[in-house]
């Protein structure tokens, strides 16, 4: 048996020159035709298409449920191709993007930036619907996990949880828009709020729990994406490991994570990361050696045991949050619009004083209105400032834009503030009653004595706001009454007809005049470092309310409406910050590996280093009992050269989690494959059914530059060995590894060759069966992995 | 008022938020009358959720601020706070006088003031109920469901059918009372009364668990269902109903060893037996230091067994022989 077949070309086609496009696609026609009418015979892979693309692809994702197709370029925008090759939208988000990833219904792509920002965006229009700050550094990885619905016992279905909102009140508020002025873009906002309406809505349906781990070693959890649940890092997290007895505790140093992946039944979590290990017990102990590749086991069983609970308290507290949003922009818009009627009233009038001081008069404004009320006499000053310097246009300015503010103020209340407010203490009551339940709540640190101060917190913002609600009517009421009576004096001064005004309120004018010319109550409240002053006679009263049960905090009325919603804001935070630190605290390491070593030059690179990491389910024992079923997991990852004194080595290792956790199940296991010293390994991947994909591209020194292959190797066929897991005695327990030398005409499984030199990523869809290859022309290939297959075979039991 | 719906939907912290905002906001506004329904709603709730005696002490301010005597909604709930608090501490003839004096302030007209009628038939079904005379409470009960029907009161209408269920529950007569709960039930639902449908769905695990041990886990899947409810807008008495409902499902099933869980049945107890406490409701009280009492002995640990024991003793006689019945009627 030969090694490899090195210059024989594919079965039909041998484009011995370098291919033109058009000849290249003519090739591939050919190769098609081939492939289909000579499937029999042996070409695996039937190719799907050929494209050039005008960019260099970084990163490619398929959706999990759609023929999509989400790619990120070198320079950071984001493509989204159909099936067919036919592009759905492109955005470029203006930062570096570092990881993508499809939330488990495929219809949001995350994306992991540079700056530690995790952006959602909207599969339908790619509008972005979150962007979410969990990191201080690059997002290396993302994984988003969704409970897997088979493990649902009907215990648990007893036990679900309806939300009562959608019952007993409207639709949400939205974010209030800026009315009028930009009407222009008014569609495209409303399209925008449909879309995070229908976010936050639809991400309620099924558990599941984003991952993001960062070149800083640190892992963020939250559910749904965007309501963060723990976060942990890895330079921190003792590891203690078993070894013939002894119990020795590690720790690692300069972590960065390169892969995270979570179980199906979101138990364990397999991490890649490098960094150096230390002996926290002989410090003396460690070497130029540990410093390397690592692959951790984390037991994140809290995730899978409370997830009923996670998963009630995460719907509460994200829609809580959303709302909070709201109310947040509500207010910041009400303050903007009055500031700005405020600024135009300020601004005329404040004409008058310094008409007065010119006159020589000692008197303010504010007499002489007065004397101008009680008919006593009008001063110059006065007259030529109601005359010339204001007149009745401006006048009548002034009252229109005072009118539109007091108009807008009013719907963003009643449309916006209210019901929004209303809401957040409709579901915080709710989830105070979880609270309440101590067995089953407090152990993911929903705290009640927490949830009763926000409860308290939210109960004085609704008055807060119906109080802002009258202050401001009567507010815009006086303002109107003042105007029109300013009007009315205008008319008589320059004896017009008075007839058109309307009639005016002489007492409400003296208010207007002692309480408002100064004074603006409505920003009082809107601010945050103000300080009411609220009558007595209520402050007694609320006092009086104590005793029944009213709001212990007698001060609240002091308050701004603005200082009394940040305050809401930081008990919130701190209730949420509790299931939080609790969460984290209960994710453990289980079990370490060390994989291979690195030396610190090439540390950087290898996190570029190509590996992956799959859950597969038992077949064996999950039949007669789903409740608990097992998953196995295989880690798949290229060698660097010259680590490990191997050369162009590819290693798969199975069963880590389950070796770490119980000693029973089927140890750690795995294998080295030697890859054909003519080509290297450009990029892996797991694909359904324990297969391995691997990419091949032929070293652009030998003969085969430019020829590359795909390669599908059935694991099962291959011989696992298995290893010890005990170190530090070598540290590096892979080189036990079994040996085995590739052979790409055996049956291993299936090859096929590519007649481009090809370049990472390799993205392959386990739904679909499709993979997508790009070549370093700039040519994306999309091959069809299962075409043996059942083509109709339904996609659930495609699913794994 | 929105509080009143809120009451019926079941959200004790909107109500309350409700009312407050009502007597902060529009104190100097509204019509005595009206304040003073804020204010007895408010009592309502001092009363269902921190214990009678806080209730009291509003009311006293209450009738100061009103002072006149014959502002009818703070007399009303003056006479259930009252009657609420006999029938807890077991004090039947003064329970029985209240209802009376219910009796005698609705109008003796037929068709007019029917929800104090109501009312007052529902006590007195339930002062019957709690002097154990089964037959009685239960024909009251179903006179006041055909009045409720006729008059299409829904709301009375399923607590009327709940209170039937409990009746047969008492009287050991679990199968005729499951028809009666999963009735109301179904009423609640259709209305959106959620907490009144959460203690029926209590009721039913109750009556579930009445019928043996082998339905333990069923009934258990049903206080499950209703306790983030009753939990989060029940007031001290549902509240400590459920948690000795969900402690007896745990010692019941035939499955569960107390041994291996013991927090499982004693934090529940442990959290009723505090409720109870501010209630002053014997009856119940006592039924949590038996469990308890029990719990303990089945652990071995001898010296919280005889502590259990001896409060549940308290609680017994002090059912048994009301001694301070004159102060009853004081607070």
Not at chain 1, 80 to 94: A, C, D, E, V
Not at chain 1, 95 to 110: E, H, L, Q, R, Y
Not at chain 1, 210 to 224: A, E, P, Y
Not at chain 2, 263 to 284: G, K, S, T
Request: glycine residues 4%; proline residues 4%.
């Amino acid at each position: 048996l030969s090694l490899f077949p090195p210059v024989r070309p594919p079965k039909k086609t041998s484009p011995k020159k370098p291919p033109t496009k058009q000849q290249a696609a003519m090739a591939e026609e050919q190769m098609e035709e081939a492939s289909s009418s000579a499937a029999a015979s042996g070409t695996p892979f039937q190719l799907q298409f050929d494209k050039p693309i005008p960019f260099q692809i970084k990163l490619a994702e398929w959706n999990p449920e759609k023929d999509l197709l989400a790619m990120v370029t070198d320079d950071s925008k984001v493509l989204l191709h159909r099936f067919n090759w036919q592009r759905l939208w492109t955005i470029s988000p203006g930062k570096c993007i570092t990881s993508i990833c499809w939330s488990p219904d495929g219809k949001i792509v995350a994306l992991g930036t540079e700056d530690g920002f995790v952006l959602l965006h909207d599969v339908e229009n790619g509008k972005m619907l979150r962007s979410i700050k969990s990191h201080d550094v690059a997002i290396i990885c993302l994984n988003w996990a969704e409970d897997e619905p088979l493990s649902r016992t009907d215990k648990e279905d007893l036990l679900s949880y309806e939300d009562r909102t959608t019952r007993f009140f409207p639709p949400a508020p939205v974010m209030p828009r800026i009315g009028g002025l930009n009407s222009g873009d008014t569609g495209l906002a409303d399209e925008n709020e449909e879309a995070i309406q229908a976010f936050s809505s639809a991400s309620c349906q099924r558990f599941n729990i984003l991952c993001t781990g960062d070149k800083d070693g640190c892992i963020c959890f939250s559910i749904f994406g965007i309501f963060p649940i723990g976060k942990i890092n890895i330079n921190k997290v003792p590891i203690h490991v078993q070894s013939s007895g002894k119990r020795t505790s590690y720790r690692l140093q300069d972590v960065s994570i390169s892969k995270v992946s979570l179980s199906r039944n979101l138990h364990q979590l397999v991490l890649l990361c490098s960094g150096k290990l230390i002996n926290t017990d002989n410090l003396s102990l460690s070497n130029d050696l540990s410093v390397g590749v690592h692959c951790l086991h984390l037991d994140t069983s809290i995730f899978s045991n409370r997830k009923n609970e996670l998963h009630q308290v995460s719907q509460q507290a994200s829609s809580i949050q959303d709302l909070v949003e709201v109310v947040r922009a509500s207010i910041s818009m009400m303050s903007k619009q009055w500031s700005n009627a405020m600024n135009l009233f300020h601004e005329k009038f404040s004409a008058l004083p310094s008409l007065l001081t010119a006159h020589g008069m000692e008197s303010s404004s504010e007499d002489e209105f007065m004397s101008l009320l009680f008919g006593t006499h009008t001063s110059p000053a006065l007259h030529q400032f109601l005359v010339s310097s204001l007149g009745e246009a401006g006048l009548k300015r002034i009252a229109k834009t005072i009118e539109s503010a007091g108009r807008e103020l009013r719907i963003v209340v009643s449309e916006h503030l209210q019901p929004a407010v209303e809401i957040i203490s409709f579901r915080l009551a709710e989830l105070r009653g979880l609270a309440r339940w101590r067995s089953r709540f407090q152990n993911i640190g929903l705290d009640e004595k927490l949830m009763d101060g926000v409860t308290e917190r939210v109960g004085m913002l609704v008055v807060q706001v119906e109080r802002f609600s009258r202050v401001a009517a009567t507010v815009l009421y006086l303002f109107q009454n003042f105007l029109s009576w300013v009007l009315k004096c205008v008319k008589i001064l320059l004896s017009e007809p008075t007839d058109q005004v309307p009639s005016t309120n002489s007492e409400l004018v003296v208010i207007f005049l002692k309480f408002l010319l100064d004074k603006d109550p409505i920003k009082q409240l809107l601010e945050t470092d103000q300080i009411f002053e609220w009558d007595i006679d209520t402050a007694k009263h609320v006092e009086h309310l104590v005793v029944f049960g009213g709001f212990t905090d007698t001060k609240f009325l002091e308050r701004s409406l603005a200082k009394q919603f940040s305050e809401l804001e930081e008990s919130l935070k701190e209730a949420f910050l509790m299931p939080f630190t609790t969460v984290s605290s209960q994710i453990h390491c289980q079990g370490l590996l060390p994989l291979y070593p690195v030396t610190s030059s090439d540390a950087l690179s290898s996190t570029s280093t190509p590996a992956s990491i799959a859950f597969y389910k038992q077949d064996k024992d999950s039949q007669h009992n789903a409740s608990s079923y097992s998953s196995t997991d295989y880690i798949c990852f290229k060698i660097p050269d010259g680590s490990l004194n191997l050369r162009n080595f590819v290693a798969v290792i199975k069963d880590f989690c389950n070796s770490c956790s119980t000693s029973n199940t089927p140890s750690l296991s795995g294998f080295l494959l030697h890859i054909p010293v003519e080509y290297e390994c450009v990029d892996l991947s797991l694909y359904k059914d324990n297969q391995v994909v691997l990419l091949l591209s032929g070293k652009s020194s030998s003969e085969n530059a430019g020829r590359s292959w795909m390669v599908m190797l059935q694991t099962e066929n291959l011989s696992f060995s298995q290893f010890s897991r005990t170190f530090p005695a070598n540290y590096y327990n892979l080189q036990e590894l079994e040996a085995l030398e590739l052979q790409l005409d055996t049956d291993y499984g299936k090859v096929r060759s590519v007649p481009h030199p090809l370049s990472t990523p390799l993205a392959v869809s386990a739904s679909r069966g499709v993979a997508c290859i790009f070549s370093s022309r700039r040519h994306a290939l999309v091959y069809i992995l299962d075409e043996d297959e059942d083509e109709d075979e339904d996609e659930g039991s495609e699913m794994e | 008022m929105r509080a009143t719906a809120w009451e019926h939907y079941g959200s004790a912290p909107m109500v309350r938020m409700n009312t407050l905002v009502y007597a902060t906001c529009f104190a100097d506004a509204a019509s005595s009358s009206e304040l003073s329904l804020a204010y007895v709603k408010l009592i309502e709730q001092l009363a269902v959720f921190k214990g009678y005696s806080a209730a009291f002490c509003a009311l006293k301010l209450a009738e100061e601020k009103f002072p006149s005597s014959t502002n009818s909604q703070i007399h009303l709930l003056k006479m259930q706070l009252l009657h609420e608090r006999a029938l807890h501490r077991g004090h039947l003839r003064i329970a029985q006088q209240i209802c009376d004096e219910f009796g005698v302030l609705s109008s003796s007209v037929s068709g007019v003031d029917i929800e104090l009628k109501t009312e007052a038939s529902l006590r007195r079904a339930r002062t019957l109920l709690a002097a154990k005379q089964f037959s009685q409470a239960a024909a009251v009960a179903n006179s006041l469901f055909t009045t409720c029907y006729k008059y299409n009161m829904q709301v009375e209408n399923a607590s009327v059918l709940l209170l039937l269920a409990e009746i047969h529950r008492k009287s050991d007569n679990a199968v005729l009372g499951l028809p009666y709960a999963l009735a109301s039930q179904s009423f609640c639902k259709s209305f959106n009364l959620d907490l009144l449908e959460a203690s029926a769905t209590l009721t039913l695990a109750e009556l579930w668990l009445a019928l043996g041990s082998n339905h333990a886990k069923r009934a258990l899947s049903l206080v499950y269902q209703s306790l983030p409810m009753i939990l989060g807008h029940g007031g001290l008495e549902l509240r400590a109903r459920s948690q000795i409902v969900l402690a007896k499902c745990h010692l019941t099933d035939p499955e569960f060893s107390v041994s291996e869980d013991p927090c499982a049945v004693l934090d529940p107890l442990n959290q009723a037996a505090e409720d109870l406490q501010v209630l002053e409701y014997h009856e119940m009280a006592a039924e949590v230091y038996y469990l308890k009492a029990m719990t303990y002995n089945h652990l071995g640990k001898e010296y919280e067994r005889e502590e259990a024991a001896a409060r549940f003793k308290e609680h017994v006689t002090a059912l048994e022989n009301p001694r301070d019945e004159e102060d009853s009627l004081v607070y």
